[in-house]
């Protein structure tokens, strides 16, 4: 089992920038891909950027890409979402997940989830 606690959310302009992090407990955070997901309101919960337990493979979202940069540091047991040219339609609740079973990097199961943090991107 592990618990995991975003912040980092917030409140920006159009064009502004934020970094989400996402701190894990326990000693087995290095083994498990990570995940951040997101769901705007009215909408399904989607993948915007995923990284495998090594960080050598990272998956993105069309839309998030050249934008966003998702990042991990095992010693710190924290993974990292950079988010920078925000837009109005990045605004949503956004969760780490954590995949325990190394699944392929890209995919929409996973087995842990963090509580969300809120992103509002302003026009």
Known sequence: QVQ???SG????QAGGSLRLSCAASGRTFSRYNMGWFRQAPGKERELAAAIS???GTTYYKDSVKGRFTISRDNAKN???L???SLKPEDTA???CAADRLRRPVGGNEYDYWGQGTQVTVSS
Do not use: F, H, K, S
Not at 9 to 12: D, F, H, Q
């Open 78 to 80: 924290t993974v990292y």
């Open 93 to 95: 609740v956004y969760y």
């Open 82 to 84: 950079q988010m920078n």
């Open 53 to 55: 337990w090594g960080g």
């Open 4 to 6: 995991l606690v975003e």
């Open 9 to 12: 959310g917030g409140l920006v």
